[in-house]
């Protein structure tokens, strides 16, 4: 292999430049010429190409978003638009792709494998909710960044005695809820892959409550009650829960969306460690025309995992922090 492209697609994710980094530094090192695609699958078709070295993906390292942009394109989805791309591929003469995005730039990415281009898939989104690898890159930096934001609100719910609805994102991945909600102390956490019950739910606030404790944190997962996508903002799920609490309870609640400031921000250092190793990982893959791959984590060690079937696997729940989670929170 001797000329690849780096694209990032769907929702950006803080550790993207540090994997656009590690592949562009490692790949170079091959002896590998590197393109950028600008705006995903979208700057494939449009011809937004450029090319990086190792000096151009300097000083990245800590920033949030992607230099390359991203977006989420409806042309790429028709055979019109793979042609296109495709040609584009072909006149910059890219072997092979490596892929930063979720299971939508995933499923892109087996399309153009389709049209004999090769890929490898490296899993970036907040949303942790790609089967085969324990962890995707953004997820840590959005979770420190919504336990952060739990954190304030805490010190207003504790002076006004008040309950407070969080709501997070994560599509329908009850991920990033679980794990800020167990790491934040939330006194409830609502996910997609558990049925809600709004009247368990004020059972635990009401006990709080009388309990004497300060405040409530109810952490909700977007996809809470159904597919988030096409919903609008006063369908949301936190508001879906605080007006139920209202109307059960006599507690003042409040609801807090935090919407997308959890995409952004520096990335950890969990993140850039992730990012760094998944790009150096899909470089030599692609150097060794091992493609049709995702490149993931697997109890902490860097593995390839064929793409196509990653994408039919089931992401499982995290039963031990629902268990340890419930532990916690009992009052
Ligand atoms: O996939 C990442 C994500 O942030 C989801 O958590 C959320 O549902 C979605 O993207 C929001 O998409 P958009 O930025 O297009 O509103």
């Given at each position: 292999m001797k000329v690849i492209g780096i694209v990032t697609s769907g929702g950006d994710a803080p550790g993207m430049n540090a994997a656009v980094r590690a592949i562009t530094r490692v790949s170079n090192k091959l002896g590998m010429d590197v393109f950028g695609i600008y705006h995903g699958y979208a700057g494939l078709i449009e011809d937004e190409i450029i090319r990086l070295d190792t000096r151009k993906v300097?000083?990245?390292?800590?920033?949030?978003?992607?230099?390359l942009k991203t977006a989420r394109s409806?042309?790429?989805?028709t055979e019109a638009g793979q042609a296109k791309a495709v040609a584009n591929i072909k006149k910059y003469g890219m072997q092979g792709l490596a892929i930063i995005g979720g299971d939508g730039s995933f499923r892109g990415a087996l399309a153009l494998q389709k049209h004999g281009i090769r890929v490898v898939g490296i899993p970036g989104t907040?949303?942790?909710?790609?089967?085969?690898?324990d962890y995707t890159i953004g997820f840590d930096t959005a979770v420190n960044t919504i336990v952060d934001s739990v954190n304030k609100i805490r010190d207003t719910a504790t002076s006004h005695e008040r309950t407070f609805v969080v709501e997070v994102m994560g599509k329908n991945c009850g991920d990033l809820a679980l794990s800020s909600g167990l790491a934040g102390g939330a006194e409830v956490i609502l996910i997609p892959e558990i049925e809600p019950d709004y009247d368990a739910v004020c059972k635990k606030v009401q006990k709080s409550h009388d309990q004497a404790k300060s405040h409530a944190v109810v952490i909700v997962a977007e996809?809470?009650?159904?597919?988030?996508?096409?919903?609008g903002v006063y369908d949301s799920s936190a508001f879906r829960v605080a007006n139920y609490i209202n109307e059960k309870t006599n507690i003042e609640t409040r609801v807090t969306?935090?919407?997308?400031?959890?995409?952004?921000g520096s990335p950890t250092v969990n993140d850039r460690l992730l990012a760094s190793r998944l790009g150096a990982e899909a470089a030599k893959a692609l150097y060794e025309k091992d493609t049709g791959k995702m490149v993931a984590t697997k109890d902490g060690k860097i593995v390839r995992v064929d793409l196509e079937y990653a994408l039919t696997q089931k992401k499982t729940v995290k039963e031990e922090f629902i268990e340890l989670a419930n532990l916690l929170a009992s009052v």
């Open positions: 300097g000083d990245i390292l800590h920033r949030g978003g992607t230099i409806p042309e790429f989805m907040i949303d942790n909710d790609i089967p085969c690898t996809g809470v009650g159904g597919d988030p996508k096409g919903r969306i935090l919407g997308h400031i959890q995409r952004g």
